[in-house]
């Protein structure tokens, strides 16, 4: 499947992006879903994860009641919603694609995922 992330751009600190990554899989309900980010010199993160039946999430600490992903299967499209957004946020945000039989598991190690997006950028600025 090819994932393909767009929605990134600088915005000052406070301010809200939203982030899509569309897929090229029709079957795109029978993937897991998540979202990763990658800061300069640092490691890529966890940032947050969807179920296939959207009814189970996982954020990492740093982003909960701050951000949001959801999915729309019939657009084949996974959002990740980011208000509040601080100068740590900075980084490439990646999503990401798990075929599983699961439907309400969801994935938030990077050696979980089969598939990734390109990458967007997003620069909060002070």
């Known amino acids: 499947v090819q994932l393909q992330a767009s929605g990134g751009g600088l915005v000052q600190a406070g301010g809200s992006l939203r982030l899509s990554c569309a897929a090229s899989?029709?079957?795109?309900?029978?993937?897991?879903l998540g979202w990763f980010r990658q800061a300069p010199g640092k490691e890529r993160e966890f940032v947050a994860a969807?179920?296939?039946?959207?009814?189970?999430?996982k954020y990492v600490d740093s982003v909960k009641d701050r951000f949001t992903i959801s999915r729309d299967n019939a657009k084949s499209t996974v959002y990740l919603q980011m208000n509040s957004l601080k100068p740590e946020d900075t980084a490439v945000y990646y999503c990401?694609?798990?075929?599983?039989?699961?439907?309400?598991?969801?994935?938030?190690?990077?050696?979980?995922?089969?598939?990734w997006g390109q990458g967007t950028q997003v620069t909060v600025s002070s």
């Open positions: 990401a694609a798990k075929k599983t039989s699961s439907v309400t598991y969801y994935f938030y190690a990077k050696y979980h995922y089969d598939y």
């Open positions: 899989e029709r079957t795109f309900s029978s993937y897991a």
């Open positions: 969807i179920s296939r039946n959207a009814g189970n999430f």
